[in-house]
Structure formats: C-alpha cells, structure tokens
C-alpha cells in the first residue's frame, strides 16, 4: 500500500466536518487493506503508531521536526520557522515547503506504509546522546520520500496531534460499517473496551469476523476502560434506584489504578491508560507479593496516608507522588494505601461478566494481610436510615462519600461505560450545586489589567459521548492564582492551533484555540439554559444549549484524565435535569 494513498483518506478526513461522512469514507478504505495493514492505519488515524496504552510516545519537538523539515525540503531552518510562527502546525509547514521543494532527490522513492511504519518505529527507538539528531534524519529521510500532504501527516503523527477530526468512536462505527452492519457496533466497542487496542479489534475483525471479535476478552497487560459510575442528588433515591438493597462502599478521594499484576511483577495504569507503575514502586511490589493466585488484574484508589496516624489525606498529595523526578523521596515522604474495590480477572478466568458480590468475595480471599493493601469498606445496606448512617461514617473518615452498588444478578463489570448498577453520592452534593466538573479547555481569551499578556479566561468544554465532540459550556476567569496563570501559557502551548478544532462545537470564540487536551476541575453555582454554549443543544430548547454559571477553577488539576474522560454533556445534562426546571 502506498503512503499517498492513506494520506489522502486523511486529507479527506480533515475536509469535512460530517461525522458520517467520515465514517463511510474510512469503511471504504478499510474494506481494501490487508488485515495487518488495516491495523497500521487504524493506529495512525490516531496519530500513534501502537495503542494507546503503549509506554513508548513518538513525542518529538516541534523544533526538532521543524529542521527535518527544512532539511528534506532544502529551505534554511529560519524559513520553517518562519511559516511554523505564524501557523502554528509543523504539518502545514511541512505541506508547504515540501510542495515548494528546492532539492529533488535523485532516486526519490515510493513511500510505502510499510516503510513509514518502519521508520516511525527507528524513531520510536532511538536513544541515547544522539537520539534527537537520529530522529531528526530519520524523520527528514521519511519527508523527502513523500508527497506534501503525506509529508503534513507524517509531521502531525510524530508530534501527537493528527487533527482529522476522526476519532475512536468513528473509526470503530467504520469497522462495523465496514465488516458487518451497524447491530455489530455495541459487540465492536464492547471488544475496544476490553482491550483498549483498536488496531488489534481491526485486524481481528479483518481476519475472523464478528465470531472472532466475540472471542476477545481481557488479558493481564492490556489495559481495560474503567467503569464509571451515575449519580443521584440524594441517598433516598440511590436507594429506590437500587430496590431498596445494595452494597456501599466508602468512596475515597484518591487516584484510581488498575494493576495488572503476573509473574513478572505488577503493572499499574492510571484511568486514561498512563503507566503509573514508576509512581507507586511501592503498590506494585506489594501487590505481587501478597498475590495469593499467579495473576490478576484489580481496581482501587490510591490515596495517601498520614503515616503516623493512618488518617486519609487530600487528593492534591497523592498526586505528588506523579511527579518525574525523586521517586525514591517521594516513596518515603507520601505514603499510599491501596483501597481495592474490584477483582476483573484471576488465573485464567475472565471476572467481568461475574455479579458484583462474587468479584468481591473472591478479591476479598485473593491476597494475604499487607499493610499497604486493604478493601475499601463496604456493607449492604437495607434502608435509607442504614444508608444515611454508612454516609456519616465515610465522610467522618475523610472521604468524599458513597459508592452504592448493584447487588443484583446483572451486576457485571461494565467495560467503558457509566451505569446505574454504580451510583456515587457525595458531600457536596448537599451544598448548593451538585458536584465539580471536570472540562477542558478549547480556547482562551487575553486578559486585561492585572492579567495582560496573559490569559484572562478559558472557554471550557465537555464531550458529548454520543458525537464524540467536545461542546463548550462555559467561559472560565475565576478561581486562578498568579502562578497558575503564569504556568497557563506553557501548559497550553501544545495543544495551541490557529482554528476551531474539528472536534470542537462553539459559538463563543476566543482569541486563541486548542485542541481539547487539559482538562481542569470547575465547580459552578448551577447549570441553567445558554444561547452562547453548545452542550445539548437543542434538547432543552431550540437554538439553545447549557451552560455552567458562575463557574471557579477549583485549583485541581485532573492531569489524571484526559479529555474523553471530562465530565460528559449527558452527565451535565442529568445534573441539569436534577436541579429541577424551575432553573431553566
Ligand atoms: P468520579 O471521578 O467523581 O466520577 O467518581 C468515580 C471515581 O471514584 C472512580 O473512578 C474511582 O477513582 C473513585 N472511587 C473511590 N472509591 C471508590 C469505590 N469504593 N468504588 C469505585 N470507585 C471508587
């Protein structure tokens, strides 16, 4: 397969805003690849090479690819730079000197995809003191082969942001379209779910059929999406929801780990699919050593602990222990204790499908007594007056609230997917709004007075989980301090792009556009009807959407998700629908 081809079905891609029309355009195109090929490109859409939980990122510089780029094109590197300024894309730096080429190379190749992968993968492994020059050659090597638009691809792929605007959701309708029909689509992603390999659920489909997709189940290594839990205002009606019966457990204020422990030792995965296993050493080795059976994969929250007293402490600690650098201090200085809540599979056996009072019971036998491991505490309640009680006690131990869950024999592990069968109920929940957003951020405007030269405000967004497009719901200016909006510019400085992203919906338009990438916790006095913001537009009234009043950043920072991970428009939606319509 030529890689002129595949870049032009990305051209294509980037051309139109249509959903559906980009899901018929990668069917198409899937439908002529090989099995292994339809893999590759399935990756490369995403702008990776591997899935996404992979340790290794191409991640290189925009400065860095700026020279291969001028090298390959034979322009001095003040001209790249020159172009990158103003457009802010090396893509389109790329497209643009490429096409205006000043040396031809003597036995120019025909890239193919095969040799694109192979590079990529160079550039992927090269280390050492001269990696960055390595890459940089390999890179410019790739560029001088390729035609201008595959050249802007290459450029977007090796520095993160592909901006096609197809995202997971598309590809994987294009694979249903594709393979089978659209009653395949919910057994397709149920397969993504459980693996978090796209490429992989490609090529099986590609090769087996759904009969082959149906097959696939998880496996220690391959991190699975987290379940996610609704939530209702008050415990009264947690319990009507749950039949007047369920199990809570306290719901601790930490950071959620899946670890996916064997022979070999345990690896942890932050819930956006991060290796966490270099930040807690610690959790790993104990969760290997006190493993009963040879292998596991298991939830909890890490949360940290005062180590004199073993009172909880506050979110914002544990997250020291994410920081690069003195792993060794921090391991003494923040203590952690993992708080285990799920058991997903154990020697062999995949536990998903199994009711929720199994899995507990078998991850309450699956370790022996460690002083860094416990369950979180748990009890079946039978009333609203058991529940209240349970309530009290989890926020006298510091924790945020309650975790109800379904006891009922349908109470499986639900891969990816938000659900009544888990319903969370927090303190705030009492006070005036509901609960904090966690948004992202998809522009900024300058700021005035104190805050010139800086950014003044954000306009925040929230994905809708059925578009997979990212809907703004509000412009944010309060609850910054001085050096958080010092830090912003840099923070933001790598999703920066010169227009409304693809994947964005907005009205509002701010002085400057990212790609959804930094999400932030905003809390808001309430969430009432908006001409200005797009999230759920048109379901409460037409030519209008929600937005979040009165919105201040709470100061947390949830480099922990990312953006498909922010708080949905259906959750903002539901939260809406709580406060009541008098609000509308
Ligand atoms: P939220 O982030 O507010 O949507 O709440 C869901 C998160 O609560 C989960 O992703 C976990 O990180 C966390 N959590 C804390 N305690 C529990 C528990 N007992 N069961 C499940 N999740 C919990």
Redesign the pocket.
């Known amino acids: 397969m030529l890689y002129s081809e595949i870049a032009d079905v990305f051209g294509r891609l980037e051309a139109t805003g249509s959903r559906l029309e980009m899901t018929s355009i990668l069917a198409e195109f899937f439908g002529r690849l090989e099995p292994s090929e339809l893999r590759n490109v399935i990756y490369l859409s995403q702008g990776r090479l591997h899935p996404d939980f992979y340790p290794i990122e191409l991640g290189m510089a925009d400065r860095l690819v700026l020279k291969a780029v001028a090298k390959a094109a034979g322009y001095p590197e003040e001209e790249a730079e020159r172009i990158w300024q103003k457009e802010g894309d090396p893509g389109i730096v790329a497209e643009d000197l490429i096409s205006r080429k000043r040396q031809r190379t003597l036995f120019s190749e025909t890239l193919t995809l095969e040799a694109v992968v192979e590079g990529l993968t160079e550039i992927e492994r090269s280390d050492g003191k001269d990696s960055q020059s390595q890459k940089m050659k390999i890179l410019s090597r790739l560029l001088s082969n390729s035609e201008p638009e595959g050249a802007k691809y290459l450029c977007r792929i090796v520095t993160g942001r592909m901006r096609t605007g197809a995202s997971a959701m598309t590809v994987l309708d294009a694979l249903a379209e594709c393979f089978a029909d659209k009653s395949a689509r919910p057994e397709i992603e149920r397969a993504f779910n459980v693996t978090c390999d796209m490429g992989l659920v490609g090529e099986t489909l590609a090769r087996g059929g759904m009969a082959a997709v149906s097959e696939m189940k998880v496996s220690v290594g391959s991190p699975i999406k987290?379940m996610?839990?609704e939530?209702l205002p008050s415990l009264p009606e947690v319990m009507a929801r749950m039949d007047g019966r369920c199990a809570m457990?306290?719901?601790?204020?930490?950071?959620?780990i899946q670890a996916h422990i064997s022979e070999g030792g345990a690896v942890l995965y932050s819930?956006r699919l991060e290796n966490l296993t270099g930040n807690f050493p610690d959790i790993a080795e104990h969760l290997s050593s006190a493993l009963k059976g040879k292998e596991a994969i298991i939830?909890g929250?890490c949360v940290a602990v005062d180590p004199e007293t073993g009172t909880l402490l506050p979110f914002q600690t544990v997250t020291h222990r994410r920081r690069k650098h003195g792993m060794d201090s921090a391991v003494r200085d923040i203590p952690v204790r993992l708080?285990m809540?799920?058991m997903l599979f154990l020697d062999g056996e995949d536990m998903t499908q199994t009711p929720y009072a199994e899995r507990r019971r078998v991850l309450s036998e699956s370790f022996s007594e460690d002083p860094l491991l416990t369950l979180?505490t748990?009890e079946v309640v039978e009333s609203e007056a058991e529940a209240e009680e349970f309530f009290d006690r989890a926020i006298a131990s510091r924790?945020?609230g309650v975790?109800a869950?379904s006891l009922s024999d349908a109470s499986v592990y639900r891969a990816g997917s938000r659900g009544f069968l888990?319903i969370?109920y927090?303190k705030d929940y009492h006070q005036a709004l509901t609960?904090t957003f966690?948004l992202v951020a998809v522009g900024a405007f300058y700021g005035m007075g104190k805050r010139a030269g800086k950014y003044g405000a954000l306009l925040m967004a929230s994905p809708d989980t059925e578009t997979g497009r990212f809907c703004t719901v509000c412009k944010l200016g309060t609850g910054f301090d001085d050096a958080f909006l010092d830090a912003l510019p840099e923070m933001l400085e790598p999703y920066r792009t010169e227009s409304c992203p693809k994947s964005v919906e907005a009205r509002m338009v701010p002085d400057v556009w990212f790609e959804p990438g930094l999400v932030l916790e905003v809390a808001g006095a309430e969430i009432s009807v908006s001409p200005i913001h797009t999230a759920a537009w048109g379901w409460v009234k037409d030519d209008a959407g929600i937005g979040i009043r009165f919105p201040r950043y709470t100061g947390r920072l949830r480099d922990d998700k990312g953006p498909d991970a922010a708080?949905s428009v259906q959750e903002i939606f539901g939260m809406y629908e709580m406060q009541g319509s008098d609000r509308a």
């Open positions: 987290v996610l839990a939530r457990e306290f719901k601790y204020d930490g950071m959620r819930r939830e929250e708080f809540f799920d979180t748990m924790c945020e975790m869950k888990w969370k927090k609960d966690d708080t």
